[in-house]
């Protein structure tokens, strides 16, 4: 199942924004029952996200009665991997990132973010600079063994997972290789490349588009998209799934009440955000099936794997695309029940 056949009730309760970070550092375990670290993946640096973020945590910590400190890494899989070692209590992440946080790091999602600009999700993107003469996802496959591809985190959604499976496993490409020079980095980070002619093409989003127009309006006129890919649902909110319940709660009410007044806008406008919506793990499904895909594309064209081995691989990704398509079918038909009976009680 696409994107595309998801409906619009489906892909709003599956969905929402993206990502950031920034600054290694390993932080000791948490031992105060009174505070609360907050991890925030790695879009762009830290001093450029921390300014952002604190004007919301000051409001949650007042808010939960208990101090939220942020976590900031230089990529996605620290964030991950301090919620896997309880050095971290909750984190915003891609839905990548947090597939793996749930499957890998007792993670639980249980919120989402709404954007500002009131759209159900957001875009991958491939940009070249406004100079360049490729002018398509085939001129770019065409040219690779000439060009500096600047690609996502490993573990970004929209920067990686996306664009590896549309662009690269559905032309039989592994971009890892096919290009003279592959980089992995942030969203910003790639930007600007293209921007400074550094590298020849990148990997990027809407949401980080619409940031680099406000932050840097110079360097985002330099760039010009040459692929937009399916909807993404938005980032979600995770948790430990092991945090006590009292303080579930308070996540919960002070979350999904925020954004109500006009003084909560503008504390989230500059992260792209409205409100927050509750959520779950099934946000996810969309995700791991195109990870499935990816998974199931790179088994076809592997060589090294005899007849019945890919055959044995093969039956096992399709035995769990098969569970997570009956679980999207449950979803939309309890969408579409929902939907029947506000229909027929209005």
Excluded: C
Excluded at 162 to 179: E, I, L, N, Q, R
Excluded at 247 to 274: C, H, M, N, V
Excluded at 322 to 331: V, W
């Amino acid at each position: 199942m696409s994107f595309k056949a998801l409906s619009f009730t489906t892909l709003r309760r599956l969905t929402l924004p993206l990502v950031l970070g920034a600054s290694m550092a390993i932080v000791a375990p948490l031992v105060s029952a009174e505070e609360l670290k907050f991890g925030i993946i790695s879009t762009e640096s830290s001093q450029n996200q921390a300014p952002l973020w604190q004007p919301f945590l000051d409001d949650m910590s007042e808010q939960i009665g208990m101090e939220v400190k942020p976590f900031f890494a230089t990529d996605y899989a620290a964030v991950i991997e301090a919620m896997r070692f309880d050095q971290i209590d909750l984190a915003w992440y891609g839905n990548k990132s947090a597939m793996e946080a749930v499957d890998r790091a007792g993670g639980e999602v249980f919120a989402q973010t709404v954007p500002e600009n009131g759209q159900p999700g957001y875009w991958s993107l491939l940009i070249v600079n406004k100079d360049s003469d490729l002018q398509s996802v085939d001129d770019v496959l065409a040219n690779a063994s000439d060009l500096v591809f600047g690609n996502g985190d490993p573990n970004s959604t929209s920067g990686y997972l996306v664009p590896g499976y549309y662009v690269f496993a559905k032309a039989g490409v592994d971009a890892s290789t096919a290009f003279k020079r592959t980089l992995n980095s942030s969203h910003e980070t790639n930007a600007l490349a293209v921007a400074n002619k550094q590298v020849d093409v990148a990997t990027f989003n809407t949401e980080s588009m619409e940031r680099l127009e406000i932050t840097a309006p110079d360097k985002a006129e330099q760039l010009r998209v040459i692929w937009k890919s399916p909807l993404i649902p938005s980032d979600p909110l995770v948790w430990r799934s092991d945090l006590d319940e009292e303080t579930k709660q308070k996540l919960r009410d002070f979350l999904l009440s925020y954004g109500e007044t006009a003084e909560e806008k503008e504390i989230l406008a500059p992260l792209q955000w409205a409100r927050f919506a509750e959520s779950s793990n099934d946000q996810l499904l969309p995700i791991r099936q195109l990870a499935m895909f990816q998974k199931r594309a790179a088994v076809e064209k592997d060589q090294s794997l005899s007849d019945s081995d890919r055959e044995a691989r093969l039956a096992e990704i399709d035995a769990k695309l098969d569970e997570l398509d009956k679980r999207m079918g449950e979803i939309q038909a309890a969408d579409t029940g929902a939907e029947t009976n506000s229909t027929t009680a209005g």
